[in-house]
């Protein structure tokens, strides 16, 4: 099998479950690999899902996925809107990005409609809670099968 989609997660989302579940869910982030997972083998992908509350770290797992993965998924949760270093990341590896937030940010406060991400991603999901990361997953295979189609007809 080729290499892994990486699922990153950024700071806070290890609190899942427990944290403020009204808005993002009471599945735990645990529950939420192990489905990521379930719909990816389905689809014959596999998935390399991280968590991490720092935000060199990500960068790290970033570039990393430049040689180890076949396309990024990313929930960068409150770095979403602040990080310059995550989105010359993003840009540097070279792979399909698809942002992905449980919440729909744009129902929330300003500063969560601002996305650095957004900048480096083929697409966006948000608002469908855990379900997201299936979604995620199901657009990524497309992406990923596109990228691998031969060009149409007169666009070679
Ligand atoms: C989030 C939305 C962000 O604005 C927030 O900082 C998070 C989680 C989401 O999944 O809805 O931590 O990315």
Do not use: M, Q, W
């Given at each position: 099998m080729s290499k892994p989609i990486f699922v990153l997660n950024?700071?806070?989302?290890?609190?899942?479950?427990?944290?403020?579940?009204?808005?993002?869910?009471?599945?735990t982030l645990t529950d939420i690999?192990?489905?990521t997972e379930v719909r990816a083998s389905?689809?014959?992908?596999?998935?390399?899902f991280r968590q991490s509350n720092i935000e060199g770290e990500l960068v790290t797992w970033i570039q990393e996925a430049r040689?180890?993965?076949?396309?990024?998924?990313i929930n960068?949760?409150?770095?979403?809107?602040?990080?310059?270093?995550i989105l010359d990341a993003l840009n540097a590896a070279e792979k399909p990005v698809i942002e992905l937030h449980l919440?729909?940010?744009?129902?929330?406060?300003?500063?969560?409609?601002?996305?650095y991400v957004a900048a480096a991603a083929?697409?966006?999901?948000?608002?469908?809670?855990a379900k997201g990361y299936e979604l995620a997953v199901e657009a990524m295979a497309d992406l990923l099968k596109r990228q691998g189609a031969p060009a149409?007809?007169?666009k070679s």
């Open positions: 950024g700071p806070n989302l290890n609190l899942l479950g427990v944290r403020e579940p009204a808005i993002y869910g009471a599945e690999a192990r489905r389905s689809l014959g992908l596999k998935t390399d040689s180890g993965a076949c396309g990024i998924i960068a949760a409150a770095y979403t809107h602040t990080s310059v270093a919440s729909n940010v744009h129902r929330r406060e300003a500063f969560r409609h601002h996305s083929t697409g966006i999901i948000c608002g469908f809670g149409p007809a007169g």
